[in-house]
């Protein structure tokens, strides 16, 4: 896999040990459906690399809200090609750090990422703020350098990586304006909440018979694309 390679991930911190689907199962609250949908789909995971204070020289940052002890580099091999955003959560949930989640099928690769933190007014309940993550790709290139971020605590380090990827992001949707990872990673989920909605309408319209109705329903959808549209030039 180039593009790990690419990412100079230092050889001190390369541990490619498995994990095992049953610590998922203890760690988060999954449903039958879950439980079967995680079985069907995943063919193993392994932890790929560690960043931690013994494994390269990066503080540990902690605040009452967030623990970032250690960053992740997890690798979900895949039997289909497709991720539902729920698997995701589990896997980020199940484990409680931040963390480089690639999902594999074949010769592409996906990355998702995420911010974390306790909910205060429930210590033991992790809060996933905005997901961001690639489409499939099969570049060789990495989505960044692990060398590019900042070594002040593993706070910094993990949110510059996830600037920068966002930021990556952003221009791969046709942002034109992406000087801030924060405002990226809003941008980017609030157009795929646009997109998923303009996929739902058009779901419906093929299967609305009333003309009156079809044109209301082409109205709207137009009106959402120039949204999108919108958001894509920074207006």
Known sequence: MEFLHNMKIPGICIVDKPVYKTLFFKNVQMSTADKRSFDRLISSIRLYAVFQPDTINIPVYKDEIRDYSSVVVLLAALKEEQIPSRLAEIIMHAIPYPMMLFFLYGEKWQL?????????????????????????????????????????????????????????????????????????????????????????????????DRFARRVSMNVEIQKLKAQLQQMKEGE
């Open 112 to 208: 998702w990422m995420t911010g974390e933190h306790v909910n205060p007014s429930n210590p033991s309940q992790m809060v996933l703020e905005n997901i961001v993550h690639s489409e499939w790709d099969d570049e060789e290139k990495a989505p960044f350098v692990i060398s590019e971020a900042r070594f002040t605590n593993l706070y910094d380090f993990y949110t510059d990586l996830l600037d920068t990827f966002s930021k990556y992001l952003a221009v791969k949707k046709g942002m034109a304006h992406v000087a801030d990872g924060i405002k990226a990673r809003e941008s980017l989920v609030f157009m795929e909440e646009l997109e998923k909605e303009i996929d739902r309408k058009r779901a419906q319209l093929k299967r609305e």
